[in-house]
């Protein structure tokens, strides 16, 4: 018992830490560097190519971009971006050629001379973290490039080549991490739309007390950010566009899942990540009971931010859309491809949302949000999942329902006691208060069991 209490209380701090805004979002980066900053989209500026010099010396030939206030957005020939202003650039007929792998290892062999820099044909993977994170993580990245433009293929949306290499910094500690760049503490890992860099750290707070899970969640925020820097290099979301959260996110998510076992790997698009089901059944069941039909669904398409349970929403309806309602799930994608620099479909009101992306989702997918949130849950229900704590004791929550001579019944499967209570709690307070209810909380040794459970009773009920 000992154990299965350490196991629960290690889960849902591993849950609070990690399912929190645990990816810097690529928008909120480019925010982040000048919030003042009005860029003017509606004029999409002619490409043009300067020379100007480049960490502090080297001149080079870099593409205009877009611009910020009164000042150039180029890209320089390692993939990264920089301002200049008018008088820092000299236009040049020579030809913009990016960078190889080779030479942007190079330079970066410089600029950390303490670390070591792998290279691959697309990758520039530069760490002194230990060796068995540097291959899991090489090994992930690189098996992901290939299937999501596969992915994307299929999808019919753009999948061309990375133009520049993709880099990798890895740091050992959150220490270095910080001195590269200071995030907020629930940030773990990012992928920057500014330097096209994703950048992680090794050490994570979880590993002593359950490395297991520890390792899974480090594996799929890797994968996460690799997918955000895939999309970003192979034309479907344009650097510095700010996507809805919902779908930026959700489709990172939806494309990071990693298979767990003795070869850490990339699983492929779209399969079912057992341990964001496993946050799914904590965070959605309840949320969704938690506000009226139909409210996930809404704030979470529009939330300028995602919370906490917003990132297993965004990931579960990307999830439904891409097999349930394949049409809209293109259209979406299709019509954010678009999205230029500093584009987004609408200015937050006060409370953070942007009602222009609920506007946008209702005109691909018309299903009323109520019905569309009764199917998501169902839909989540069947997905094929592995619960990670299938062996250990699960709780039933068993609802019996009267008014008149109507009966009903509803029940669901939970791995502590508690959420189990508070489940049963919110669906009892959207009741009429005429109906009849009774609560039983049931536990069971394991999963198998709380399914078998659920089965007798519902028989009984018939
Ligand atoms: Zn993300």
Do not use: C
Request: glycine residues 4%; charged residues 25%; hydrophobic residues 40%.
């Amino acid at each position: 018992m000992i154990f299965l209490r350490t196991v629960v209380i290690a889960l849902l701090l591993v849950i609070s830490v990690l399912l929190g805004p645990a990816h810097a979002q690529t928008a909120a980066t480019s925010d982040e560097r000048d919030p003042a900053a009005t860029p003017d989209s509606s004029q999409p500026t002619p490409v043009r190519y300067w020379q100007t010099s480049i960490d502090g010396g080297e001149v080079v030939v870099v593409r205009g971009y877009t611009r910020r206030g009164n000042r150039h957005v180029v890209l320089l020939p390692d993939g990264r971006m920089a301002e200049r202003r008018d008088q820092d650039l000299q236009p040049t007929d020579r030809p913009f050629r990016p960078w190889s792998a080779r030479k942007v290892a190079k330079r970066l062999e410089a600029k950390f001379p303490k670390m070591q820099v792998d290279v691959t044909s697309r990758y520039v993977f530069v760490g002194n973290t230990s060796e068995t994170f540097r291959r899991v993580t090489q090994r992930v990245l690189t098996t992901m490039l290939p299937g999501i433009r596969k992915f994307t293929r299929k999808w019919k949306l753009p999948a061309r080549s990375p133009e520049f290499p993709l880099v990798v910094l890895m740091f050992r500690t959150r220490m270095e991490f910080d001195q590269y760049r200071r995030m907020p503490a629930n940030i773990l890992a990012y992928y920057d739309a500014w330097t096209n860099y994703i950048v992680l750290y090794e050490e994570t707070r979880m590993f002593g007390t359950n490395p297991e899970i520890a390792v899974g969640q480090t594996i799929s925020t890797i994968a996460h950010e690799g997918a955000h820097q895939i999309l970003h290099n192979i034309g479907v979301q344009q650097r510095l566009s700010r996507w809805p959260m919902w779908i930026a996110e959700g489709l990172a998510e939806y494309l990071a899942p990693t298979k767990l076992g003795r070869k850490l790997s990339w699983k492929g698009a779209g399969l079912v990540n057992d341990l964001r089901m496993l946050e799914l059944e904590f965070y959605v069941k309840a949320k969704a009971f938690d506000s009226p039909p139909g409210e996930m669904i809404a704030h979470t398409v529009q939330g300028a931010q995602l919370t906490s349970t917003g990132y297993a929403t965004a990931w579960a309806l990307t999830h439904y859309l891409a097999n349930k309602e394949k049409a809209a799930f293109r259209a979406i994608l299709r019509e954010l491809t678009q999205l230029g620099p500093w584009q987004r479909l609408g200015t937050p009101n006060s409370e953070g949302l942007i009602e222009a992306q609920l506007t946008s989702f209702r005109q691909h997918v018309p299903t009323p949000l109520k019905k569309l949130e009764a199917d998501l849950i169902t839909y989540l229900d069947e997905l094929p999942y592995t619960d990670p704590f299938a062996s250990a004791p699960h709780y039933v929550a068993l609802i019996t329902l009267q008014r008149d001579k109507e009966t009903g019944w509803k029940a669901n499967i939970f791995h502590t006691e508690m959420q189990a209570r508070r489940w049963s709690a919110q669906f009892i307070r959207q009741l009429d208060d005429d109906i009849q209810r009774h609560v039983e909380i049931v536990q069971v040794p394991n999963r198998p069991a709380a399914h078998q459970l659920i089965r007798q009773y519902a028989r009984s009920r018939k």
